[in-house]
């Protein structure tokens, strides 16, 4: 017959799910809300029960009398639960709009059919048209009171006194009581009839007892960690930089070079229009992000200079979630022998981790735009101890990304500069955004001198 999990509230129960806790429905309760006892009595004597020690496991039970149960569940107040609901974005007023509106189109759609008795639906159609969530509240309540259940066989006409209940019943199959959206609709929908006293449950006993699940796995923290891998998984990368010009810069490239991509990558900008940036604000944003748990995955952005290489190194020792990957930007074969200039004159220098910022990959032909064709210099600044090398800029900034600017504008107006124009720099950038994930976790690698590091679950 097979083993369920089943879900009540107000002892009432909700759905049945077979062989498994459905991840949806257990996402409303953490693991502070399992209850985990032994009952004598077959169940029976609940007054007798005991918690099940923390360390057990199931070699354990072999030894319980043949008249002790396992019973294992979730149990919130109704008012915990309906408050989780509403951070998670199922608001009443939300279910209660969504409930109307589905009225309504259903109320079309059968307004010229006919019953299987070849009788008028017509009736039906306008009583949808009508009614409202308290209408759906009142018909709940009396499945409730009546203990029966839509969907369920068996269930008399003459106990569906109202035509709600008889339309939630025509619905059962394909639908939570008549709601649209998933068991959380359902849930917040029954908290508001119930109350905030009801106690909501998950009892997973029988899972337990026919090893679908250990004796102490953590059922609804495993449940709501699939739910955000899942959501993880299927919203786009956050790609985090060190200013508002590398944002918009590398958002610009993208919608050229890879324009498939545009809506998996997305390049916030967390700096204000007057904001320093930089890699101290990265660093801090980072942290910012590992703190608060943000499950959406993001790729960290670095300066391929001094100051970003410490400052990965630095990272590679805090504790980051598996989501997020910290990365400076890959070296360059124009940045190994590249004009240099410092206290000791001009040099031809290998400024690959040393002062290679995102404007360095622009392109030769935006480094080289200049009355004489030279390249663009970088100009030695001061000497990083934490890195043991120096921290150098290119010489004018500002210049290059207007430049760049106007790089992009003309390649909009005119695709063929796609193939004529450098856009290497920004193709490699990409390249790396796009794998920042195959890095295994926990580890710090280095493509070419370009770091990548991710931190452990």
């Known amino acids: 017959m097979g083993s369920y999990a089943a879900l009540s509230i107000g002892g009432y129960e909700l759905l049945q799910s077979k062989g498994?806790?459905?991840?949806?429905?257990?996402?409303?309760?953490?693991?502070?809300?399992?209850?985990?006892?032994?009952?004598p009595g077959n169940g029976g004597d609940r007054a007798r029960a005991q918690p099940i020690p923390p360390n057990w496991t199931r070699d354990d039970l072999v030894e319980l009398a043949d008249d002790v149960r396992v019973d294992i569940r979730y149990r919130a107040s109704s008012a915990s639960v309906a408050e989780r609901l509403e951070v998670m974005g199922v608001s009443l007023a939300k279910v209660r709009k969504a409930f109307e509106m589905t009225l309504r189109e259903?109320?079309?759609?059968?307004?010229?059919?006919?019953?299987?008795?070849?009788?008028?639906?017509?009736?039906?159609?306008q009583m949808l048209r009508t009614a409202t969530f308290l209408d759906w509240s009142s018909a709940f309540g009396e499945f409730m009171a009546s203990d029966i259940h839509p969907g369920w066989p068996f269930t008399a006409p003459e106990a569906l006194r109202t035509e709600m209940m008889r339309f939630i019943e025509e619905e059962a199959d394909d639908t939570f009581f008549g709601l649209p959206g998933d068991a959380r609709w359902l849930l917040r929908?029954?908290?508001?009839?119930?109350?905030?006293?009801?106690?909501?449950?998950?009892?997973?006993?029988?899972?337990?007892?026919s090893g679908y699940y250990e004796l102490q796995d953590a059922v609804a923290a495993r449940a709501i960690e699939g739910l955000r891998n899942s959501a993880r998984d299927n919203a786009p990368v956050l790609v985090l930089t060190e200013g508002s010009t590398d944002a918009t810069a590398l958002s610009r490239a993208l919608r050229l070079l890879s324009p498939h991509l545009v809506g998996y990558l997305t390049f916030p900008d967390f700096h204000s229009s007057n904001a320093a940036g930089g890699t101290g604000s990265l660093v801090a944003t980072v942290?910012?992000?590992?703190?608060?748990?943000?499950?959406?995955?993001?790729v960290a952005l670095f300066d391929n200079d001094a100051a970003g290489r410490d400052a990965i190194r630095m990272l590679g020792r805090t504790s980051l979630p598996s989501s997020l990957r910290i990365a400076a930007l890959p070296d360059l074969q124009l940045a190994r022998a590249y004009p240099t200039r410092g206290p000791s004159g001009p040099a031809i220098q290998d400024v690959n981790g040393l002062a290679a910022?995102?404007?360095?990959?622009?392109?030769?032909?935006?480094?080289?735009?200049?009355?004489?064709?030279?390249l663009m210099p970088v100009v030695w600044q001061a000497f990083d101890r934490g890195v043991g090398g120096w921290q150098?800029?290119?010489?004018?900034?500002?210049a290059l990304q207007a430049r760049f600017a106007s790089k992009l504008d003309r390649t909009s107006r005119d695709p063929a500069l796609l193939q004529s124009?450098?856009?290497?720099?920004?193709?490699?950038?990409?390249?790396?955004?796009?794998?920042?994930?195959?890095?295994?976790?926990?580890?710090?690698?280095?493509?070419?001198?370009?770091?990548?590091?991710?931190?452990?679950?």
Request: glycine share 8%.
């Open 20 to 39: 498994y806790a459905d991840p949806v429905a257990m996402s409303v309760f953490t693991e502070r809300d399992r209850v985990a006892l032994l009952i």
């Open 106 to 125: 259903r109320a079309d759609e059968i307004a010229e059919s006919m019953d299987d008795d070849g009788v008028s639906r017509a009736a039906l159609a």
């Open 189 to 209: 929908a029954a908290t508001e009839v119930c109350g905030p006293d009801a106690v909501v449950e998950y009892d997973i006993s029988e899972l337990v007892r």
């Open 287 to 298: 942290r910012s992000f590992a703190a608060a748990g943000v499950v959406n995955r993001a």
């Open 357 to 374: 910022s995102v404007e360095l990959y622009f392109g030769d032909d935006v480094l080289r735009d200049q009355p004489d064709g030279q």
């Open 392 to 398: 150098g800029a290119l010489e004018d900034k500002a």
């Open 421 to 457: 124009l450098d856009w290497s720099g920004m193709r490699r950038i990409i390249d790396l955004i796009v794998h920042a994930f195959d890095q295994p976790e926990g580890a710090m690698q280095s493509d070419g001198g370009a770091a990548v590091a991710s931190g452990s679950p």
